[in-house]
C-alpha cells in the first residue's frame, strides 16, 4: 500500500453511502461533497427562510443574495460580529446537570466577564464559527 493510501484508511473518512475514502481522487470529492454540505446543505433552510421572506417567488436566490450587501449576508449566514458575554450565556442550556452543581454558574459567571477576543475563541471552539450562529445556538 502507498503512505497516502495508508493515511487516508487511518483516518476512517466513509462517504454516506458507507463506502470508504481510500484514495485521492475518493478524498477529493469527499471534501467537495463536505465542504458544499457545511456552505449550503446545512444553512439551506435559513436560506429559503430569507426568501420567503422578501415573499418574491420569481426572484432567484442568487438574484436575492445579490440585492443584499456584504454584511447583510455575512450576518445572516456567520450571525452577529460583535458578541457579549450576556448574549453567549442566554444561548447556553445546560443539560443532564445536578440541580446544585455550581460548574453552570461558575461558567456564566466566566463567560459574562472574558474579554471579547476570548469570547470568540469560546465560540469558535464550542460552535466552529466566532460568533453567535444567526438564530441562537443549535
Known amino acids: 500500500k502507498s503512505k497516502s493510501r495508508e493515511y487516508l484508511e487511518s483516518l476512517c473518512l466513509c462517504f454516506p453511502d458507507g463506502s470508504p475514502v481510500d484514495t485521492c481522487e475518493k478524498a477529493g470529492e469527499y471534501v467537495r461533497m463536505t465542504c458544499k454540505k457545511k456552505l449550503v ?3 439551506k ?5 430569507v426568501k420567503k421572506g422578501f415573499s418574491v417567488e420569481e426572484v432567484t436566490m442568487g438574484t436575492l443574495i445579490g440585492m443584499l450587501g456584504a454584511c447583510e449576508v455575512m450576518t445572516l449566514v456567520c450571525g452577529e460580529e460583535v458578541v457579549s458575554g450576556e448574549a ?8 443532564n446537570w ?3 452543581d455550581s460548574t453552570p454558574y461558575y461558567l456564566c459567571t466566566l463567560l459574562r466577564e472574558l474579554p471579547f477576543s476570548d469570547l470568540r ?3 469558535r471552539l464550542c460552535t466552529g464559527t466566532s460568533t453567535i ?3 441562537g445556538i443549535p
Do not use: M, S, T
Not at 453567549?88 to 443539560?95: P, Q, S
Open 88 to 95: 453567549v450565556v442566554a444561548n447556553i442550556e445546560f443539560r
Open 45 to 49: 433552510e435559513q436560506l429559503e427562510e
Open 121 to 123: 475563541d469560546f465560540l
Open 98 to 100: 445536578e440541580k446544585g
Open 41 to 43: 446543505g446545512d444553512i
Open 133 to 135: 450562529p444567526y438564530g
